[in-house]
């Protein structure tokens, strides 16, 4: 089926962080503490997906503070952190959300993210990622990790469900 229908039926876009909402480095301060770099506009990416009813969360294999207070800070319905084995933390979600595999899109870099590449509807990669899991996605992106990513496939997904217009004009855009 043509990527745009199969987008057409996404309520739910998980996605993996490190190297996907962050350029994919990890730096220390002199305490020990971990920061990270998001997109500001990853971020109001995925307040318009919610603003049209839509679900998004993060499964990541590593934990961190920092990322614990992104995803609160912009209202993510789901934060897995430390979690390996991300299909089994996908299929609880879904479970829970009672939708099927076809209603959700995963975004991941590496090869830890392709097993649940390979279960959802559509499957996406960031520009940067590694070479077999580009192989693996269903679309990838134009914008590297952590440089609007998200915000970019957002947009292709509300755009093929006919939402893209829509908030457009709520910001005076016609």
């Known amino acids: 089926m043509k990527l745009d229908l199969?987008?057409?039926s996404i309520e739910l876009i998980l996605s993996d962080v490190d190297g996907v909402m962050t350029d994919?480095?990890?730096t220390y301060d002199n305490q020990g503490i971990e920061t990270k770099t998001f997109h500001v506009r990853d971020g109001m990416g995925i307040k318009l997906w919610q603003k049209t009813g839509?679900?998004?969360?993060?499964?990541?294999a590593r934990s961190s503070h920092i990322v614990k207070l992104r995803m609160e800070e912009?209202?993510?319905d789901y934060i897995r952190q430390g979690t390996e084995q991300k299909l089994a933390a996908a299929k609880q979600i879904i479970t829970e959300l009672e939708l099927a595999p076809q209603n959700v899109c995963y975004i991941g870099d590496d090869l830890t993210d392709v097993p649940l590449m390979q279960f959802v509807g559509v499957s996406a990669s960031v520009a940067d990622g590694a070479?077999?899991?580009k192989q693996v996605a269903?679309?990838?992106?134009?914008?590297a990790g952590g440089t609007g990513a998200i915000r970019e496939l957002v947009e292709l997904i509300l755009k093929s469900?006919?939402?893209?217009n829509e908030l457009l004009q709520g910001y005076g855009i016609a």
């Open 6 to 8: 199969r987008m057409q």
């Open 24 to 26: 994919g480095g990890i």
């Open 54 to 60: 839509h679900r998004f969360g993060v499964i990541t």
């Open 74 to 76: 912009l209202g993510a």
């Open 131 to 133: 070479q077999d899991v």
């Open 138 to 143: 269903d679309y990838v992106t134009k914008s």
């Open 161 to 164: 469900q006919k939402r893209w």
